[in-house]
């Protein structure tokens, strides 16, 4: 007689997958609160950086043959042209010109510092909110740990409600969550400082452009007759 045994299959060992959107879900409301308002700075910080880019991009854009233009002007005693060709202009460095053509006729000193004080607003003027982006670039990475604190905390309350019995899936899966939040900070923490820096770049061009302008007109005005 012949006897057949039959072995029995071995289960398939599944293998896990860790999904973004399961772990937000299942990180609780404060690390749910904490990657809502991470995402927020994200959109605020992407709205600010194009912003700003486009703003400093267009301030820069001056016509070749702007200032060889006012030179023209001024030389053949053209003031008004200058002006009109300034406000046609309409960027920070021909504001400058225009301040320092309605000072004609005072001392070179007095047209310098007007010059100089129109310059500061107009820096302050393309600066603005590039300060949110630094304050951003270093409270997100913060808030992402304040989340990994919140959830090591539930883990450990969990486990302790456990009778002392480690689950370690239950372990995993409150570290899983807990370190969400701070990978989420650092994401946002790290757009933040390269946004910030990228903007700081081009203000400092701006700025330069700006001064050699103002230094060529000067110049222009202190050429003897």
């Known amino acids: 007689m012949l006897l057949f045994f039959t072995q029995e299959p071995t289960p398939l060992q599944t293998e896990k997958t860790l999904s973004l959107v399961e772990l ?3 990180a609780g409301l404060g690390g749910q609160l904490i990657i809502g308002l991470l ?3 994200l959109m605020v910080v992407t709205y600010i950086y194009f912003e700003r ?3 400093i991009r267009a301030a820069v854009k001056v016509t070749p043959n702007f200032m060889p233009q006012i030179r023209s002007f001024v030389m053949n005693g053209k003031l008004e042209g200058a002006q009109q060709l300034c406000i046609q202009e309409n960027i920070p460095v021909s504001r400058l010109i225009a301040k320092g053509l309605s000072r004609i006729g005072r001392p070179l000193e007095d047209i310098n510092t007007a010059i100089e004080n129109a310059g500061r607003l107009e ?3 393309l600066e603005k909110n590039i300060s949110v982006l630094a304050t951003i670039a270093g409270a997100a990475p913060m808030l992402g740990f304040l989340g990994t604190v919140i959830g090591m905390i539930l883990s450990i309350f969990e486990i302790s ?3 002392g019995n ?3 899936q239950l372990l995993a899966d409150g570290l899983y969550t807990a370190m969400t939040t701070t990978v989420a900070g650092l994401v946002v923490g790290i757009v933040g400082y390269i946004s910030y820096n990228h903007l700081v770049v081009k203000i400092n061009k701006a700025v330069y452009q700006m001064e050699s302008s103002s230094l060529e007109f ?3 005005l202190n050429e003897p007759a």
């Open 53 to 55: 880019l486009f703003a």
């Open 218 to 220: 000067l110049d222009l």
């Open 123 to 125: 820096v302050y003027q």
């Open 166 to 168: 480690i689950d370690m």
């Open 161 to 163: 409600n456990a009778g």
């Open 39 to 41: 995402f927020l700075l």
């Open 24 to 26: 937000i879900q299942n």
